[in-house]
T-cell receptor, first 114, second 109 residues
Framework: KAGVTQTPRYLIKTRGQQVTLSCSPI?????VSWYQQTPGQGLQFLFE???????NKGNFPGRFSGRQFSNSRSEMNVSTLELGDSALYLC?????????????FGSGTQLSVL | DAKTTQPPSMDCAEGRAANLPCNHS???????VYWYRQIHSQGPQYIIH???NNETNEMASLIITEDRKSSTLILPHATLRDTAVYYC??????????FGTGTRLQVTL
């Protein structure tokens, strides 16, 4: 079974631009969640999608948004990029998103904002 | 989700067992203990998880104390490839995982 796939692997943007990151979950997994990892703040939860609906949300500004498609693939968008948005963005998937399920991560998208 | 406390760093000789402790004294009855590890700039790798009973898989063993206030991840025969940051996470009803600062395990020759 293929793992969680994230594209692109690396991305360079400038302040004020917007960016879209993509995540394909493991086949059969319907829950997709997103995390941001920075050296200063560590790994922080952004949001979770299940059946095309946002089910949980972390403490990030509205510039961070996401969506999920009917095939469970997910995208996250960051608008009006700031220097502080430079981070490793990680996507994770699980079957239904229940607490006793294994959650598998992709390799991440390294975003650099100049 | 309950907070976890881990030592910031540990060393282990290759071939020896690595025992990584985690304190989660405020854990609730329905919260699971998860362990992940992360090698620099890669996504966290799932290792093992458990609720009350000890668990073992091909990678590691998880020992949870009877009162569930602490746990230990055991890598039975550490290799250089096990050098990573190890995260102990208590997971509640939401899908999200709340990561702490983890333990940086250095396996040496």
């Amino acid at each position: 079974k293929a793992g969680v796939t994230q594209t692109p692997r690396y991305l360079i943007k400038t302040r004020g631009q917007q960016v879209t990151l993509s995540c394909s979950p493991i086949s059969g997994h319907r829950s997709v969640s997103w995390y941001q990892q920075t050296p200063g703040q560590g790994l922080q939860f952004l949001f979770e999608y299940f059946s095309e609906t946002q089910r949980n949300k972390g403490n990030f500004p509205g510039r961070f948004s996401g969506r999920q498609f009917s095939n469970s693939r997910s995208e996250m968008n960051v608008s009006t990029l700031e220097l502080g948005d430079s981070a490793l963005y990680l996507c994770a998937s699980s079957l239904e998103g229940f607490q006793g399920e294994k959650l598998f991560f992709g390799s991440g998208t390294q975003l650099s904002v100049l | 989700d309950a907070k976890t406390t881990q030592p910031p760093s540990m060393d282990c000789a290759e071939g020896r067992a690595a025992n990584l402790p985690c304190n989660h004294s405020t854990i609730s009855g329905n919260e699971y203990v998860y362990w992940y590890r992360q090698i620099h700039s890669q996504g966290p790798q799932y290792i093992i998880h458990g609720l009350k009973n000890n668990e073992t898989n091909e990678m590691a063993s998880l020992i949870i104390t009877e009162d569930r206030k602490s746990s230990t991840l055991i890598l039975p025969h550490a290799t250089l490839r096990d050098t990573a940051v190890y995260y102990c996470i208590v997971r509640g009803t939401a899908s999200k995982l709340t990561f702490g600062t983890g333990t940086r395990l250095q396996v040496t020759l």
